[in-house]
């Protein structure tokens, strides 16, 4: 299983690939619920997970492993978690920008 881990600003992530090429996205446990989630990613080492118009989760430094397995999905799973323990999980779609930290500015 590939695994890549950064600092996201609130907590570290894990993104994780199975042997079937699924991806998942642990993430510290965020406030209120997803709604309408989308996984935007530039093809490189940074991704925008937006949750809900409240909340988003800027991931960089992804690990140049994780790359090439966040292009070629369509959707990924996200977990969050409390220490160990998955309180929440959904499938979100993923887009493939050009550079996300055009989007930003």
Do not use: C, W
């Not at 690939?17 to 406030?31: T, Y």
């Not at 992804?62 to 996200?78: C, G, M, W």
Request: hydrophobic content about 35%.
């Amino acid at each position: 299983m590939d695994e890549s881990f950064a600092r996201d600003g609130e907590g570290i992530y894990e993104i994780l690939q199975n042997g079937a090429g699924e991806i998942m996205l642990v993430i510290q446990q965020r406030k209120g619920e997803p709604d309408n989630p989308h996984f935007v990613y530039d093809g490189g080492s940074t991704a925008l997970l937006y949750r809900s118009r409240e909340s988003s989760v800027f991931l960089g430094n992804i690990n140049t492993e994780a790359h090439q397995p966040l292009k070629s999905v369509n959707e990924i799973v996200v977990a969050e978690v409390e220490d160990s323990e998955v309180l929440r999980e959904y499938i979100v779609p993923v887009s493939i920008i050009s550079d996300l930290k055009s989007v930003l500015n």
